[in-house]
């Protein structure tokens, strides 16, 4: 049984409260440090390159736009569609993603069917909250695609090896401002396959992957304030055991995504390179 | 009891339609009777007696069914033989936020059958929550020549194919309402099927689809439609298209703009500032998205007499939401994102005295590093500035205690009171303590509450508390709360007006379940997912309670024991027919 934590560089990009997922026994962690064309973009963006067409305009509410985008299996353009009704599994959620999610990522990236991805309570008893419609939600993604900040600046294709894709800047911040690059954090999200709700970690506050992976196993698998232990039933299976997730013997992978769209393992390249 | 549901199981000998009653004073009753528009009034006049069931039910033109399956088509068209209007709801509420799996049911198509059959002059269908499919769209084209209005509200399984087919056959519709579905938008051509020989439409509400349409045919549809008097496009319809639209359809009175974000010259701001003020007749105004700060006081000629408002796609912040509303005095309904923060909402105090309804949606509602949006100080500026609210959707991720007790002292006549703390689970931020008290003041102070959704850290307290005091309570809904049985116990023997009751995620079990035993037949349902029940709970349930419906969805890889999901409703059509493998009925 595998969980699964998805790391995706930027911020943007929401999906309505129901794609979230639950942990489903083939999940694995992933983490994705994807290339964001801007900063406070949807991930979703990254693999297909996409330009949203007219330009970027400077959204005077930045951190308005962006939503965490949580990546599962429901978001792969290959079970799902970008509304609700043709989801075709019955036993998962209808989930209108959005429908710019890279198609790289499909192949690459999801390690369990839609099918097997149900909204069990326990681990994933957020499924579905903050209780807002999916078309709401959907249509916050498609705002905030439209309203990236200028300033960000795309440099990725400089960049040949896969793991310095990693900007040098602060993903994390939603105030607007141009030099963002001047800032010394690196923030990625991180997402726990079945957890919709994601968590920020700095990776240049962490010197090597055992941190990294220490704050990952205390923000995911222990019990957080964002989880609510009372409908918590799963969660004692996903008890974490100290630096497991990096030596295979976790219930969880922590892996992530690179620019190009292919899941890769945390751990292959040095941590210098990060 | 707001449906006919419960009384059809009565009187069942009444429902040959041959026995309509001879004599004059039923005609004339039928006559009196037909002004009752209200479907509590109706079925309270159907109780009364054989006479006044059998006039109601001849009068009757409009039904409303809370739920599709409480019910058969044909049970409904035996009784009530001159339905024109049809209102139908179908799934549970929480498949809104995909808590139920794809292919659930609730198609329209077999109700669709039935009507053309019975109902040939079907004039009206409104739906929500429920599925639709093309076919059964060309159906409904086809079935029924005077059919008028359609609106589709939180449906799926359709497409604008559909839309399309509506659109050209439908000679007589006035209303074409598409919101919020899951919609396979295939593109925007739907739009110009409307034939140039058709005028009579009165409501055109196409906000949600994203697909761009033929703005030519939309400007000579509105043009020609004169008696047009709500319009909501979608994004793809610029500024200076919107000019271009409200020009010819000044008589509109709800309004839905596209994008609001278009760069303008400044002769055609000048022009979209001159038609706005001509129409004079806008009271609701929506869409605005991507709004800008700068070209917002080109609404303030409309802001005069807007009741309603809806800003919930444009993420404004807090100054630019203040200058807006300096000018929305008679503001009735107001809808934000908490882009607007506590600043915003302290506008809204001082320049919306006469507000009743207001909801903050949150712009970004998963990031946790979010530390903006809106707080308790939002709300409570709100309460002191609108003392009429009485209507309240807040999404904030912190709430005190002291916060809530004020707010209703100072609000005392909320009656939907929907409070989303967005962190499950969590306390009063300042005191640490669970968030009891809140409610408990809500429940206590405001006693005509219908509608409650609770959320943060919450005990049995809570519980005890509305099944105390709410005695006007018809809705609750129920996440990550309660710490035993008796919480929802207390609910259930408390509240004698509930109607719907939805759970999820909390430590209710068994004991919880079957305490609504004497209660789920005067209900319309009960959701519990994520909860502690089990199945032999609910076979138990089923046993012993045979009219309700009892059914269980459970998830991949859960215990055989576990009833992950249970929606339970009451029925006089008997266990559902097309109910799906995975539902299963007890």
């Not at chain 1, 919709?196 to 222990?222: C, Q």
């Not at chain 2, 109601?56 to 035996?78: K, L």
């Not at chain 2, 400007?219 to 709500?230: A, D, F, I, Y």
């Not at chain 2, 408990?440 to 105390?468: H, N, P």
């Amino acid at each position: 049984m595998q969980g699964g934590v998805v790391i995706r560089v930027g911020s943007g990009g929401g999906s309505e409260s129901g794609s979230m997922s639950t942990v489903s026994r083939e999940d694995n962690m992933v983490v994705s440090s994807e290339d964001s064309s801007y900063p406070d973009e949807s991930e979703l963006e990254l693999g297909l390159g996409l330009s949203l067409g007219g330009g970027f305009k400077i959204q005077q509410v930045s951190r308005g736009g962006q939503y965490a985008r949580i990546l599962t299996a429901k978001d792969f353009p290959s079970v799902v569609s970008a509304d609700a009704s043709s989801s075709p599994s019955p036993s998962s959620s209808s989930s209108s993603s959005s429908s710019s999610l890279s198609r790289a990522n499909v192949t690459a990236g999801t390690k369990r069917s839609a099918d097997s991805v149900a909204a069990a309570n326990g681990s994933s008893q957020v499924v579905g909250w903050p209780p807002i419609r999916a078309y709401r939600m959907n249509s916050m993604v498609n705002q905030a695609k439209a309203v990236a900040t200028e300033g960000f600046k795309s440099t990725m294709e400089n960049h040949k090896n896969e793991t310095s894709m990693l900007e040098k800047r602060t993903i994390g911040s939603y105030q607007n401002s141009g030099n963002s690059k001047l800032r010394k954090s690196l923030f990625v999200k991180v997402n726990m396959d079945g957890i919709p709700i994601g968590r920020k970690v700095d990776l240049n506050a962490h010197e090597s992957y055992e941190k990294l992976a220490k704050t990952l196993e205390d923000m995911f698998l222990k019990n957080t304030t964002s989880v609510n232990p009372v409908g918590s039933r799963v969660r004692e299976h996903e008890v974490a055991r100290p630096s497991k997730l990096l030596d295979g013997s976790s219930d969880f992978v922590l892996t992530y995504e690179d620019k190009e769209g292919d899941w890769m393992l945390v751990g292959d390249v040095p941590w210098e390179y990060v | 009891m707001e449906s006919s549901e419960v009384n059809m199981s009565r009187d069942s000998s009444e429902l040959d339609e041959s026995a309509r009653g001879s004599s004059s004073p039923d005609l004339a009753l039928e006559r009196v009777l037909s002004l009752l528009k209200s479907h509590r009034d109706r079925s309270s006049v159907s109780l009364v007696c054989k006479d006044w069931y059998n006039a109601e039910r001849w009068s009757r033109t409009h039904v409303f069914i809370g739920n599709c399956y409480s019910v058969s088509p044909e049970i409904v068209a035996r009784r009530f033989p001159k339905i024109r209007s049809v209102t139908l709801k179908g799934k549970p509420r929480f498949s809104d936020f995909n808590l139920v799996p794809q292919n659930w049911g609730a198609d329209i198509h077999p109700w669709l059958v039935v009507f053309a059959a019975k109902y040939p002059f079907l004039e009206e269908l409104r739906l929500k929550r429920m599925t639709i499919s093309d076919e059964s769209l060309e159906f409904l084209a086809v079935s029924f020549p005077n059919f008028k209005a359609l609106s589709l509200l939180s449906c799926d399984g359709f497409s604008t194919d559909g839309l399309a087919i509506i659109a050209t056959h439908c000679k007589n519709l006035t209303e074409l309402d598409i919101q919020e579905n899951g919609i396979d938008d295939k593109g925007g051509s739907w739009l110009s099927c409307f034939p140039e020989s058709f005028t009579s439409l009165e409501a055109l509400n196409f906000a949600n689809l994203t697909s761009d349409i033929n703005f030519d045919a939309l400007e000579r549809l509105v043009g020609r439609c004169k008696s047009m008097r709500v319009l909501k496009v979608n994004r793809s319809i610029s500024l200076e298209q919107l000019q271009r639209l409200l020009v010819n359809a000044l008589q509109l009175a709800e309004l839905g703009t596209g994008s609001f974000s278009q760069e303008l010259t400044f002769r055609q701001y000048e022009e979209l500032e001159s038609t706005l003020s001509s129409s004079k007749n806008i009271h609701t105004l929506s869409g605005l998205w991507e709004a800008k700060g700068l070209h917002l006081p080109a609404l303030y000629p409309v802001c005069t007499h807007l009741t309603f408002l809806s800003l919930s796609y444009a993420p404004l912040q807090s100054g630019e939401l203040a200058k807006l509303l300096a000018h929305c005095p008679q503001l009735r309904r107001l809808w934000v994102l908490d882009t607007v923060e506590d600043e915003g909402l302290e506008a809204v105090g001082s320049s919306c005295p006469l507000l009743e309804e207001l909801r903050v949606f949150p712009a970004d509602p998963f990031d946790e590093d979010i530390i903006h949006g809106v707080t308790e100080a939002g709300f409570v500026a709100v309460s002191y500035g609108c003392p009429r609210l009485h209507y309240v959707l807040y999404f904030c991720r912190q709430m005190t205690n002291a916060a809530v007790a004020t707010i209703v002292q100072n609000c005392p006549d909320f009656t939907h009171f929907r409070l989303c703390i967005m962190d499950p689970g969590q306390p009063d931020y300042l005191t640490n303590e669970p968030m009891d008290e809140a409610f408990g003041a809500v429940v206590k102070t405001c006693t005509k509450l219908q509608r409650l959704s609770v959320s943060g850290l919450l005990t049995d307290l809570t519980f005890e508390y509305i099944g105390r005091y709410a005695k006007n309570l018809e809705t609750l809904s129920v996440a990550f709360a309660g710490s035993s049985d008796w919480g929802m116990q207390c609910v259930l023997t408390g509240c004698p007006k509930l109607r719907k009751l939805e759970i999820r995620d909390c430590p209710f079990g068994n004991a919880a379940l079957l305490s609504g035993l004497d209660k789920y037949e005067s209900m319309r349902s009960l959701w519990m997912s994520a909860c502690h029940v089990t199945m032999d709970g609910c076979r138990q349930l089923a046993r012993e309670m045979p009219r309700l419906n009892v059914e269980v969805m459970k998830e991949d890889g859960s215990d055989d024991s576990e009833a992950d999901k249970v929606y339970v409703y009451r029925s006089i059509a008997g266990p559902r027919r097309d109910a799906p493998p995975f539902v299963l009925t007890l």
